[in-house]
């Protein structure tokens, strides 16, 4: 089973949960709750075939659901409407409308099997990186040319930057 704990806003209120994993299949580490925290996307991979894919419980169901077209996805992250789900797969930053299905490409972002974290701003900028070593990246949710979010500090001995969050206010 995949199992977190979330906090809610007023002081001492924690909810604890399990979810059970579909039958014959291995959790995969990946774990993303939406904003709204009403959703938990995790990967999960099929025992027979070894691939894994991205599934979907709503937290006031007691099923899960795969996502179509997931398959090899790592890193999924949310949209802070909690409507789209950004993840990389086949070495693309993909995004997946979790309502209609429709899904598309943002950029290619290399090895996605190196990539070390995403996160999705109100402002519509999407910034991750796509390796083990070296600063972050960022995109527009839409597409269209990546640039620099971060610069390593050689000099304080900065080697990588992962795993990048945005605070409340965007920045």
Known sequence: TAGTEVEDRTPSAIVRYEIPLPAAHSFQGDVALSPNQRTLIFSAADDANGIRSLWARPLDSLESK?????ED?????WSPNSRE???????ELRVLDTVSGAQRVVTRAGSYTEVRGAT???R???VFNPRYSGGLLKVSEKGGPVEPASRLQGSRGEGTHRLPNFLPDGK
Do not use: E
């Not at 795969?66 to 997931?70: A, F, G, M, P």
């Not at 996805?73 to 992250?77: E, I, L, M, W």
């Not at 789900?85 to 070495?91: D, E, I, S, V, Y």
């Open 73 to 77: 996805a790592r890193f999924p992250f």
């Open 120 to 122: 999705w701003s109100s």
């Open 124 to 126: 519509g900028v999407i």
């Open 85 to 91: 789900l950004g993840f990389f797969a086949g070495g």
């Open 66 to 70: 795969k996502l179509d077209n997931t």
